[in-house]
């Protein structure tokens, strides 16, 4: 049981590894131990990331381009990890975004590139790789969902709100459907966490003691206070929990 949060040996993919939450995730992930390919899109803003996280872990850590909306992309990211690694532990799946639009007048378009970032590409990133790990007979995948994947939200968040309800019921089904495989899924609910997209509201101090007072912790979240609950169920201290999703909201969705 020593150094059961620990995750030296292990090779972990993070999608959305140079996002606001996604890059805090992947250093984390590394100074616990782990050999982090950091993902998205962007292969100068994942290479940054990779590099720091090597800095700072003294670990290696790489940077592959893919798009979660992508099947192809993912199945080359896996391939590439396989075959510089051997196998995939851990696939935090940090990628997401928000596109908020009045309700009745929501553009359909909107919605439709909502949920395939947010719904289709968790699928297909959960997919891919979680059949790699099946091969493995063990493996451990966090998705993110929010405080929004099971409370309501105003301000143009209903398609936003949809698509995190949706990536809590593929952690649960796909917990089950994989139990019998080693693999465990869970997911991450952060209420608002203060990220480039949203470092308008920390500069804005009117703004930023409103969302702190409904906060029961009375502050926002940062990137870090979403590293710990992700190394546990990274880690094999999370080796009977499956299904799951830690909300790390400050007790948010504790009332
Ligand atoms: N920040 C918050 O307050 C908050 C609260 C609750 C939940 N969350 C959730 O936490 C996750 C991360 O949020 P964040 O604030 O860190 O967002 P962010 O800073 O906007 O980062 C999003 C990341 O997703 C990547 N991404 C977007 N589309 C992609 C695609 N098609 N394929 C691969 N990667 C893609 C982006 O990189 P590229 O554009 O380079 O691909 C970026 O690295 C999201 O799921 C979000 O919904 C955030």
């Not at 890059?23 to 962007?42: D, I, M």
């Not at 940077?63 to 979660?68: E, K, M, P, T």
């Not at 896996?78 to 928000?98: R, S």
């Not at 190394?231 to 299904?243: I, Q």
Request: hydrophobic share 45%.
């Amino acid at each position: 049981m020593k150094d059961m949060f620990r995750l030296d040996g292990k090779i972990a993919i993070v999608t959305g590894g140079a996002g606001g939450i996604g890059e805090a995730l992947a250093l984390g992930l590394g100074l616990q131990g782990a050999t982090v390919v950091v993902s998205s899109r962007n292969q100068e803003a994942i290479e940054k990331v990779a590099q720091k996280i090597a800095a700072e872990s003294g670990k290696e850590a790489i940077a592959i381009a893919s798009d979660v909306t992508d099947e192809n992309s993912i199945r080359n990211l896996a391939d590439a990890v396989v075959k510089k690694y051997g196998k995939i532990d851990i696939l935090v799946n940090a990628m997401g975004m928000n596109i908020k639009r009045d309700a009745f007048e929501y553009p359909m378009e909107d919605w439709d590139k909502l949920f395939d970032v947010n719904v289709r590409g968790t699928m297909i990133a959960c997919k891919i790789i979680g059949k790699v790990m099946k091969e493995q007979g063990k493996g451990a995948i966090v998705n993110l969902s929010s405080v929004r994947g099971i409370r309501g939200y105003t301000g143009g968040n209903t398609g936003y709100c949809a698509t995190k309800g949706a990536v809590e019921l593929i952690t649960k089904a796909l917990a089950l459907e994989w139990a019998a495989t080693g693999i465990r899924v869970n997911a991450l609910g952060p209420a608002l966490v203060i990220t480039p997209g949203t470092k308008h509201i920390a500069e804005n101090p009117e703004l930023a003691r409103k969302y702190a007072a409904a906060v029961p912790l009375g502050r926002i979240g940062m990137p870090e206070d979403m590293v710990g609950a992700v190394v546990f169920l990274a880690s094999d201290a999370a080796s009977f929990v499956t299904g799951q999703t830690i909300y790390v909201d400050g007790g948010l969705t504790a009332a």
